[in-house]
Each structure stands twice: as C-alpha cells, then as structure tokens.
C-alpha cells in the first residue's frame, strides 16, 4: 500500500512526539532526586521545546505540503488549459529538445503524420521520416539555434498524400538561467492562401495586361485601373485616381452617366454603355462600358473598350451611305428622265437596276427579273428580220469580258406577243480599281418610230416625184 508523502510526514511527526514524551519520562523516573533540581527544569524545557519545534516544524511542512499541492493542481489547471487551448487551435504545435527529440505536440501536429502523441514523444523526426525530410527540418531548427531568435520558414507537408504548404514560426526556449533547452514550432496551413495569392497574381497580371480597360471604382471614384485606361485617356495611374471619374467624362455625358450609375446601384448591370472622355491632350475618345456593382460593398467593376475609331467608321460608313443614297437618287432621276432604256447587270447576270423605258420594254416591272441576255425574252434578229443575231455578240456578253460596243442594229421581236422593236444597243463594262470587270451597263435606243417614219417619207417622196416633174426612178429603170 503506497503511502502519501503527507501522511509520512504526520506519522514521522507523531513517533518523534511520542519518542521525545518516552526519553523525557525515561529521564524523570532514573534521574536522582537528590540531583540539583535545576537540571530537572532544564530538561523539562528542553522536552517542551523540543515538542513544540517538531510540531511548528509539522505545520510548517504542512503549510507547505498544501501550498505545493495548490501549486500543482494550479499548475495541472493551467497546462490542461494549455493544452486544450493548442489542441483546439487551427495551428499545429510542437516543441522538440535541442537534440530534436519532441515533447510536446498538439492534436493537428499529429494528424501530420497519423501518429498518436504517445508516438511521437521523446521520437526525432529521424525515427518515422525519410532522411532528407528529416535532414530538411533539422536545419531548419538549427537555424533558430544558430540565430537565437524567432525566425519564418515555409515547409511543404504531405498530409494523407496530399502536399500542404504551411508557414512555420520557429522561436527559441529558454530556462530560468537564459539557457536555450528547446524549440517551439507554430505550423498555419497557407496551402490555400497560396493558391489565393497565385491566383490573385495571375488576376493581377491578367488585370494589367488586358487590352480592355479594366476598373474598379466607388460611386464617384476609381479604386483601380489599368494601364490599357492610362494609355487611352493619357493620364497616368495617380492623376485618374486622384480626382472623380466625372472630371475626365465629356460634360454633356455627365448627367447621362451618373444616371447609369443609379441602374447600378439598383442591380441591374450596365450593357454597352456609351460616353466621351476627354483625354489629356484635349481629344475626346468614345468608351463602351459593360458594368456591375457589389450589392454590399457598392463597389463597381466595369470593362471599357475604346470605341472611337469604330463610332468614326460608322460616321464614315453612315456619311458614305447618305451620299451614295443620295447619288442612287440624282441617278434614278437622270436614268428616268431620259428616253433609252437603261440596264445595269453584275457579272452573274443579274439586273440590279432598269428605268422606266427598259422596264415598258420588256413588260416587267420587277428589275430583276428582267434578263440581261435579251434572247431569254426576245427573238434577236439581224435588221433583214430573217436572219437569227448570235447571242455572243450581244452587246451585254461582249461588256462582261471588257469590250465596248455603239449602236448595234438589231430587231427585238417578242416571243409572246411578237411585237417586233428595231433598237440600236450599246454596251459598256464598269471596271474596278484592280482592272476587273464587276458589271456591266447596256443602253437600248428604241428606233422602230424612226425607222417608220423613214419608209412613210420615202414613200411619200416616190408618191410625190411625177407630180413635180420627176421620172419615176422604178420606171426610168424598166424603159
């Protein structure tokens, strides 16, 4: 049966009593009476001291029995919370001899390495690492020894195959006489973080390296930008983040964009905004914004691309347009104003304009429906009325490979109504800036009326030639 250190105290303290109270009775009892009297006295003190400096001694070591104790359990208090308080942490703990040997871990060190604590105890990473990992931490906390102070280091862990990035605060422990006896070892996981930081790199370089400008700004100013928006506007990063945005926007704009920003506040996102900004050398440049605001925070981010040369095409386009609308129309009226027909055909052969007088031609009034090859419509005869005229030598087929014709005589005769037309056609190519031709114009002069009109005046001439004196030219011939 083990015996408390108290009770032997208590027990020792009482047998001392009891031989101090037996050695004075001894004393007493063979002591001659006739001995000086004094002595007995002395004794008899002697006997009372004695007991009562064993019993200050007990209750002195008593005292102090039970200020250890509360000590103890004090201390038991404290490094239980101690260790509830490293076991409970995110980080993990350990502290090692000089020598590398643990003796303190706490729950998230031991997951490292799927040990219990037990296990890692009075162990050196050497007893359950490979040589160079353990070689790898073993410098590490040689250099706390070396540099007597807390030093930072990044470790890569393998946690159940995994590698984890942790950021390990080394310091050193010192005893009462500033003797360095161990390490301490503070682990956070910044795996992460890491990752976080990397892509936060990546954002950033893609943030600065985007040709679009890229911003974040609040209600009235910008947080951060781009340098595509610098090198557009001509400002550099301090100037625009310096002063509100609405100082740089054209002031016409203004009023038009803060009302944009209202949108944003409410939740809806910008599309395709578009507003001028005023640059440092005095121009105005075109932006188009696709925006979105942080409901929380109100913070803006927006994507700007400079559309200035494409609003500049557009006008050109638009201006381009406009005139050639407006040639379109002084050609309508010319090409409606005058009395031959008129066809303009691309090289596939398709009419894509007639006036009026080509259009009463042909009976059509769709132009392209109207055939540029005359034989598809119209029975093409030479000026005899017999003789059938090759298609080939039309003057549209001769313009197509870059041949000009003038005025030939030919006779159009209906394949419906075989109404018969004496025209005279012309053709010409239009030629582009590299030599090609890329349509063709073929004018048609109706003379079928002159040409009435020539043989009603022959006639009458013959008609009236006796009657004035003058032989008739058939008779003259027979006599």
């Not at 103890?72 to 703990?93: D, F, G, P, R, V």
């Not at 409901?295 to 981010?301: D, I, M, N, Q, R």
């Not at 055939?371 to 080939?392: A, E, R, W, Y």
């Amino acid at each position: 049966m083990k015996v408390s250190f108290e009770r032997k105290i208590l027990l020792g303290y009482i047998i001392n009593i009891v031989v101090i109270i037996a050695l004075g009775l001894i004393y007493w009892k063979y002591m001659p009476l006739s001995t000086n009297k004094l002595w007995h006295w002395i004794s008899l003190v002697l006997i009372v001291l004695s007991i009562g400096m064993l019993t200050t001694v007990y209750f002195i070591l008593k005292a102090q029995l039970k200020a250890k104790k509360e000590s103890e359990e004090e201390l038991l208090k404290n490094q239980k919370l101690m260790q509830s308080i490293i076991n409970n942490t995110t980080n993990a703990i350990s502290v090692k001899k000089i020598n590398g040997e643990y003796i303190l871990v706490n729950k998230q060190y031991q997951t490292f390495f799927e040990a219990k604590e037990t296990n890692l105890i009075g162990k050196t990473n050497a007893d359950f690492l490979t040589k160079d990992i353990a070689d790898k931490y073993r410098s590490a906390d040689l250099d706390v020894i070396k540099a007597g102070k807390d030093i930072q280091v990044e470790e890569i862990i393998e946690i159940s195959g995994t590698p984890h990035t942790f950021l390990s605060v080394k310091f050193p422990l010192k005893d009462t006489s500033n003797r360095l006896y161990a390490i301490g070892t503070i682990s956070t996981d910044i795996t992460e973080r890491k990752k976080l930081s990397e892509s936060l790199k990546a954002a950033d370089a893609f943030f600065n390296i985007s040709i679009d400008s890229l911003v974040i700004a609040s209600q009235n100013k910008f947080i951060k930008i781009n340098p595509s928006l610098s090198k557009i506007l001509g400002y550099n990063d301090k100037e625009l983040l310096k002063k509100p945005f609405t100082n740089f926007i054209f002031p016409e704009d203004i009023e038009l964009t803060k009302e944009e920003i209202k949108k944003l506040k409410k939740g809806t996102n910008v599309i395709n905004f578009k507003n001028r900004w005023i640059c440092k050398d005095g121009s105005v440049k075109w932006l188009s914004w696709n925006a979105t605001a942080d409901k929380t925070t109100g913070t803006l981010y927006a994507i700007a691309s400079d559309i200035t040369e494409k609003i500049k095409l557009e006008e050109e386009k638009e201006n381009t347009l406009n005139a050639l609308y407006e040639s379109q129309q002084k050609l309508n009226m010319i090409l409606e104003n005058i009395n031959d027909g008129v066809l303009v055909a691309n090289t596939s052969k398709e009419v894509i304009l007639a006036n009026d007088v080509a259009n009463a031609l042909f009976g059509i009034e769709d132009d392209s429906k109207i055939p540029i090859n005359f034989s598809d419509h119209f029975k093409v005869l030479f000026p005899d009325g017999k003789k059938t005229f090759p298609v080939q030598d039309l003057p549209a087929e001769r313009a197509l490979v870059g041949e000009v014709t003038e005025n030939v005589d030919i006779i159009l005769k209906d394949l419906e109504t075989k109404e018969m037309h004496r025209v005279l056609l012309s053709g010409r190519p239009i030629i582009d800036n590299e030599g090609h031709v890329v349509a063709v114009v073929v004018t048609i002069k109706d003379i079928s009326r002159y040409k009435k009109l020539e043989e009603e005046l022959e006639q009458k001439d013959q008609e009236s030639r006796p009657k004035i004196g003058f032989k008739n030219i058939k008779q003259k011939k027979t006599n």
